[in-house]
Antibody, heavy 113, light 107 residues
Framework: EVQLVESGGGLVQPGGSLRLSCAASGFTFSSYSMNWVRQAPGKGLEWVSYISSSSSTIYYADSVKGRFTISRDNAKNSLYLQMNSLRDEDTAVYYC??????WGQGTLVTVSS | DIQMTQSPSTLSASVGDRVTITCRASQSISSWLAWYQQKPGKAPKLLIYKASSLESGVPSRFSGSGSGTEFTLTISSLQPDDFATYYCQQYNSYLWTFGQGTKVEIK
């Protein structure tokens, strides 16, 4: 079964850092590009970042550029999102996604003092 | 960036109704459009990809159409399990963008 499982969310103060992980199983992770998408409470979906299968191509949404870093470890079948200088508006459920399907179940990040 | 405009934002309908949701792209995205269904507390579920291809396991009452800049999601006969929020998404660009969502409510 193709599966993505996020972890690493939690409560963090403004200005703090957090690292999200996404564990992939059931498919050849190293062959696929991956994305992070987030959803603020009660709001719509917002794409955050893209990484190609070999990590050679990376894109970020303007809202996180310079603060977030996407990476992957194909040997560990894992995707990461390092989030620095966190702001209140970064509060959201963060999903990892392999293209349009599947998506993980999400991990909640709350930025609050 | 490509902007996606989805309408309506809310739709009230009854079981058995035919429902149509529209999504418009700010520039041509060919057929690189997906539709998702989301229920509270759950991840989005893929319904349609490449504008009109039905994802495996999705009921045939869901259908998608369109190309270029105008797209439509149709539910032919609304069922109780279909009350949810629906999003369109363009993936013509690596920088995905989503519509604002359409909440389908019970009339």
């Amino acid at each position: 079964e193709v599966q993505l499982v996020e972890s690493g969310g939690g409560l963090v103060q403004p200005g703090g850092s957090l690292r999200l992980s996404c564990a992939a199983s059931g498919f050849t992770f190293s062959s696929y590009s991956m994305n992070w998408v987030r959803q603020a409470p009660g709001k719509g979906l917002e794409w955050v970042s893209y990484i190609s299968s070999s990590s050679s191509t990376i894109y970020y949404a303007d809202s996180v550029k310079g603060r977030f870093t996407i990476s992957r470890d194909n040997a560990k079948n894992s995707l990461y999102l390092q989030m620095n200088s966190l702001r209140d508006e970064d509060t959201a459920v963060y999903y990892c996604a392999r293209g349009q399907n599947p998506w993980g179940q999400g991990t909640l990040v709350t930025v609050s003092s | 960036d490509i902007q996606m405009t989805q309408s309506p934002s809310t739709l009230s309908a009854s079981v058995g109704d035919r429902v149509t949701i529209t999504c418009r792209a700010s520039q041509s995205i060919s057929s690189w459009l997906a539709w998702y269904q989301q229920k509270p507390g759950k991840a989005p579920k893929l319904l349609i990809y490449k504008a009109s291809s039905l994802e495996s396991g999705v009921p045939s009452r869901f259908s998608g159409s369109g190309s270029g800049t105008e797209f439509t999601l149709t539910i032919s006969s609304l069922q109780p399990d279909d009350f949810a929020t629906y999003y369109c998404q363009q993936y013509n660009s690596y920088l995905w963008t989503f519509g604002q969502g359409t909440k389908v409510e019970i009339k």
